[in-house]
């Protein structure tokens, strides 16, 4: 019985800097570079969660494929849920927008596109890179990549 005392402290020891850090965390940045519909949605179902249900900063930065879910003319695939319902990851992103999210392009996105930002969807914005690499660095914000 001892011993499993001794074994839960140091697992409690170690675990609760951690959660203790987590809950200290202003917020998540999202890099998404994919195409792929299904991998966009679970940034936007991740990122969701960050801003709805913790109350958390996110902030979304789209680059490469991902890009094109920024333009007013593009139409993302549907993906199913696990309910059977569908989502769109297009549609899902500017619910985060709504919500609060702060979402932005790469700034080589754009010009490679052969667009300018006025084929953005509204409210979203061409990044900086210092202010990009700024937020990145933050240690108050995780990144996770998409």
Known sequence: ?????????????CVAPSLMSAAELKG????????????????MVL????????????????????????LKEFKAADVKRPDGSVANPK????????AGAVVNVCPLFLPNAGKD???LVEGITV????MVAKGLTDGDFNNISF
């Open 91 to 98: 549609m899902a992103l500017q619910g985060l927008m709504k």
């Open 127 to 130: 990044a900086k890179p210092p």
């Open 47 to 70: 990122g969701g969660s960050v801003l709805n249900d913790q109350k958390k900063v996110l902030n979304i930065t789209l680059c490469g494929p991902a890009g094109n879910l920024a």
């Open 117 to 119: 930002s006025a084929a």
């Open 1 to 13: 019985m001892k011993h499993y005392f001794a074994k839960a402290f140091i697992v409690a020891a």
């Open 28 to 43: 998540l940045n999202v890099l998404m570079t994919s195409a792929d519909a299904q991998t966009q949605m679970m940034g």
